[in-house]
T-cell receptor, first 114, second 114 residues
Framework: DGGITQSPKYLFRKEGQNVTLSCEQN?????MYWYRQDPGQGLRLIYY???????QKGDIAEGYSVSREKKESFPLTVTSAQKNPTAFYLC?????????????FGDGTRLSIL | AQSVSQHNHHVILSEAASLELGCNYS??????LFWYVQYPGQHLQLLLK??????LVKGIKGFEAEFIKSKFSFNLRKPSVQWSDTAEYFC????????????FGKGNQVVVIP
């Protein structure tokens, strides 16, 4: 079945460490997105990529970095510069042919600081 | 940046009651509108969407939403809820970005009591 796979499901990090969250899709989608979900805050866009080797900052990019070397992969690194990294992280993708394509979501990664 | 407002973050109601969740957005031009649902322990999935045409759109599981351009609103309704409708509901708007980027509201946590 086609879909979006996020791994790991749970991730623990010590303060000062960088961690990388994986997102892979086999939907042949052009665009991919990373969101952060906090209780009562909805989804806030961290980074997005419309095409391979290109990405743009979202609303809360500080302390995060991404890469898009392959169409199917869009890993997110949470750096030590992110002061409050504990959150639920969601990856999404869609076709970038028009502006009315719904986004498809993965199951998420829950990151906690030890 | 676009803003999306969802009020009454926590909604508690009994089975068979009617549900209406409000969504207002700030952009004055052409918009694409979405409602997503996140059931406990599951990933976000599309409930319904509006791009053009009939402003009353029907989605899955008996949900519908009405786009009222003059009020910048896209309210979600269901005439008679079931316990299985317990979930978090998010309104999302694509407007003015020139791509598929979405702005999400903060969500409505709906609990249906059997």
């Amino acid at each position: 079945d086609g879909g979006i796979t996020q791994s790991p499901k749970y991730l623990f990090r010590k303060e000062g460490q960088n961690v990388t969250l994986s997102c892979e899709q086999n939907l042949n989608h052009d665009a991919m997105y990373w969101y952060r979900q906090d209780p009562g805050q909805g989804l806030r866009l961290i980074y997005y990529s419309q095409i391979v080797n290109d990405f743009q900052k979202g609303d809360i990019a500080e302390g995060y970095s991404v890469s898009r070397e392959k169409k199917e992969s869009f890993p997110l690194t949470v750096t030590s510069a992110q002061k409050n990294p504990t959150a639920f992280y969601l990856c999404a993708s869609n076709k970038e042919t028009t502006s009315n394509q719904p986004q498809h979501f993965g199951d998420g990664t829950r990151l906690s600081i030890l | 940046a676009q803003s999306v407002s969802q009020h009454n973050h926590h909604v508690i109601l009994s089975e068979a009651a009617s549900l209406e969740l409000g969504c207002n957005y700030s952009y004055g031009g052409t918009v694409n509108l979405f409602w997503y649902v996140q059931y406990p322990g599951q990933h976000l999935q599309l409930l319904l969407k509006y791009f053009s045409g009939d402003p009353l759109v029907k989605g899955i599981k008996g949900f519908e939403a009405e786009f009222i351009k003059s009020k910048f609103s896209f309210n979600l309704r269901k005439p008679s809820v079931q316990w299985s409708d317990t979930a978090e509901y998010f309104c999302a708007v694509n407007a003015g970005y020139g791509n598929n980027r979405l702005a999400f509201g903060k969500g409505n946590q709906v609990v249906v009591i059997p």
